[in-house]
């Protein structure tokens, strides 16, 4: 970080000079390979080196404006910390500001990895065409395959302290869509910290198999069903049904049903939900959260009972409780509360998929959905499309299935579900199989 | 505040340069310079008073692949590395051929006042007048915004294409939460326009956001439908959202070529009745402004589907060249620094003959949906399912709306749900925002969508009852 020392200190300098009480800044840069196929042997590759920048200028006391963008280095961020002073004096002071951190400091845990650095273009372009083989050699035909490698760095300073804190990330991606012919396209993807081809080319197998279902899959009744999630579908409804309720912030706004209610059971005792942002090289890690406070495990949910809120310093001024979760959505963005990475864990999960498909004896397997981010984590409604499943007929798996919404309230789902399996971490949230009761709206 | 368009030309012109002295076949770029201000204003006051610049070049090289790479800075040392990288690039891939043409354009929306020049004390003004109206009673949080966003794009080729293209969209936000009978409930809506500040400074927003507040209270009030499938009368937005999943991604050229899309190798095939009618028009008045796309080409109105019959795909360079055609200007980006997609511009459908009112009248058992408080949907093209979140409807029985619904998801087959419309009304509404937009592979493009009020059949989400 030495590199952009200087950077830095110009642009804060910039911001007392024109009238700043105290300023922050956050950086992101990184460095990036795409690559995309498409069937026919098109392929378009692209690199990308970008330094985003956001500086939040503080005011008079509490009246707050940001000022950020995409930029060719610091020097064009001083006049982004003009610009930001210039907005705060034009704002009131925002209620519960508690200032810029004063105390920036970080934990440890990896998030990097240095292999992702060295994958460039050749290997992209290799690995693009490796994963549209694997599809091929299924005897169905990859449509699409791409793959994305960024290697960068967070960095955080403010006036407060003359500590400058970052770490390094990677992101390996790769994604698929294989077409075994008449409306049959099943599509697919992996996201790592790890360069893990493996995983990409495992991928890509699979998605070659199911997609010969999606053609032949049909519409179910409406009914209530006993439904299996895998992990990645749980994973995705999760994140959007469940997650949004434990940040403070909603639970201050009124927009939380988890509101008011610390020390109540909120689920089934089995439940036991934490927020661990110090797992090993997983997607939600991090050494320290977007306000420079040193990353720590939270017990949200033990054993059914709410026992704590994710929190901004400021949330947690209002709250109590911790702070430790704050996110910025983009660099430009104020921190708002989020999850890290959520593990959803219930206390007597059976061992495997058949336990949980016997258990369920009829019903539906989801495998593939979009939508899921239509769920509404203000009334706990929670929904998505299936795009691909199958029938659960006497406990073993039959016909594929498509076209359904799958819906319900998700305190319920998750307070009467059985899990099973192993933990799988998807994109922030961990969770097993789990089987649930829900409405299917089909024919 | 205003944006560098001689920055930008200038740069175009070293471009040129570079791309000549290092002998490429063929090269083309986009140039941007972009301002976005925002201002959120909730419970708490101005959450959020922001302003986000961008400017750079991203360039793309042919021979015998496609590569890109793109640079924040425009001296003429970063605009050679971005080329030579473009050109690394594509030289390790395939598959080049683009349709190459030529054109000269200057395009820029009309405004009477530039929104750049409003104070952010006018922005946070406009935002705490509707978050204030939107407090009836029963509404226990809500929040308002205002965006402004001016994006100047400059294309230039090899081939001595240049392409101006300048745009001011405005818009304003409201959404509530409101605690009733059946739980808490959100809804939102939000009006965007391209124009200047004069559209944000003339309109009636505490009406508007007076009316999003009672909306919410009707809708913590109201229950979930039996899940199940229904005839569904599709106000305009809504009809705009389905249409934009349902059949606009289905329509998009790099898909269709991938043999991705459900739509694939069957133009000239009936599709839907022969009352519908089906466009992408990047000069529609209340949409966004896409006179050109981002690689040179214009975008007048494309059919897509004529009187029932597929006719036509929106394509990019690229896949116009694939297919044999023209290209039809839906080459876009989200900023300077993306690989071009093709994307929609403005999709909707053709009025058709009925009136609005008849289709309800003509319902005998059905749901009136609408997309105030509905978020947005999601498509699947190569399976040809969707997705769409609903807003407050209400529940038709007998030609009449006797109860208000909430928190509906729909779904269906693509092919399906053209194929069962069967009325089709007179009035066209399009609109476009501010806030968001349309997402593929990682990049958000503004889009406008809408149509006129459509019935159909569909599978609605509710909740076990």
Known sequence: ?443 | MGLDENRLLEAADVFIEEAGRLGLEFADARLQARVYRLVVYDDDGVREASIIRGIGIGVRVTGPGIGYASSSSLDRASIRRALEEAARAAARTSGGDLVRDAAKAVARSRFTKDPLDASTEDLVEVARLAWEASRVRGVVSSTAAVGVEADLRVYVSSLGGLVVVESRLVGLRVRAVARGRTGLAPVGDSWSRVAGWEFISSGDWEARAREVGELAVAASNARSPEPGRYSVVLDYDLVGILLHEALGHAAEGDDVVAGNSVIAGRLGEVIAPEYVTIVDDGRHPDGFYVPYDDEGVEKTETVVVEKGVLRGYLTGRVEAAQLGVKPTGNGRVQDFSKPVLVRQTNFYMKPGDWDDDEIIRETRDGILATYRGGRGGQTDPGSGTFTFSLGVSWRIRRGELVEPLRGLVAAGSILDLLGSIDAVGKNVVVRTSVFGGCGKYGQLVRVGDGGPRVRTVLSVGGEKG
Request: charged share 25%; glycine share 10%; net charge negative.
């Open chain 1, 1 to 443: 970080m030495s590199d952009l020392q200087a950077g830095i200190d110009s642009v804060v300098r910039a911001a007392l000079r024109a009238g700043a009480r105290a300023a922050e800044v956050y950086i992101v840069e990184s460095v990036s390979v795409s690559v995309h196929y498409f069937a026919g042997g098109h392929i378009r590759a692209s690199t990308d080196k970008l330094l985003k920048v956001g500086v939040a200028a503080e005011v008079e006391g509490g009246k707050v404006g940001v000022a950020g963008g995409v930029v060719a280095s610091l020097d064009d961020a001083v006049a982004l910390a003009e610009e930001a002073v210039s907005v705060a004096r034009a704002v009131k002071p925002l209620e519960g500001w508690q200032g810029f951190n004063p105390n920036p400091s970080q934990a440890s845990v990896r998030v990097a990895d240095g292999r992702v650095r060295e994958f460039g273009i050749a290997e992209a372009v290799e690995l693009a065409k490796r994963l549209a083989s694997t599809i091929n050699e299924v005897g169905v035909r990859a449509a699409e395959s791409g793959v994305d490698a960024a290697y960068g760095r967070v960095i955080l300073a403010n006036t407060e302290s003359s500590r400058v804190i970052g770490y390094e990330y990677s992101l390996f991606s790769a994604h698929v869509d294989a077409d075994a012919g008449e409306g049959s396209v099943y599509g697919d993807w992996v996201a790592l910290r790890r360069l893990d081809v493996e995983a990409a080319l495992r991928m890509a197998e699979n998605a070659a198999r199911r997609a010969r279902d999606v053609g032949r899959a049909s519409i179910v009744d409406s009914g209530v069903y006993n439904v299996i999630l895998t992990p990645k579908v749980a994973a995705d409804l999760l994140a959007y049904a469940l997650a949004p309720a434990f940040s403070g912030e909603a639970v201050i706004k009124n927009r939380s049903p988890l509101a008011g209610r610390l020390g109540e059971t909120v689920l089934s005792g089995e439940v036991t939900i934490i927020d661990d942002p110090l797992l090993d090289m997983e997607y939600g890690s991090r050494p320290f959260d977007d306000e420079g406070v040193a990353s720590a495990r939270k017990v949200l949910v033990k054993d059914g009972v709410l026992k704590a809120y994710l929190n901004t310093r400021m949330t947690s001024a209002r709250l109590g409780g911790e702070p430790g979760n704050a996110e910025r959505r983009t660099p430009w963005s104020l921190p708002s509360p989020a999850p890290s990475n959520l593990v959803v864990e219930h206390a007597h999960p059976l061992r495997s998929l058949d336990e949980l498909a016997s258990e369920a004896g009829s019903g539906l397997l989801v495998d593939s959905t979009i939508g899921a981010w239509l769920s509404d984590p203000v009334s706990g409604k929670a929904s998505m499309t299936v795009t691909l499943g199958y029938k659960v007929e006497g406990g073993e798996i039959a016909g594929p299935v498509k076209g359904v919404v799958v819906s319900g309230n998700i305190y319920d789902m998750l307070s009467d579900a059985a899990a099973a399996g192993d933990v799988e971490c998807w994109f922030g949230v961990c969770t097993r199989h789990m089987l649930v009761r829900a409405s299917v709206a089909g024919k």
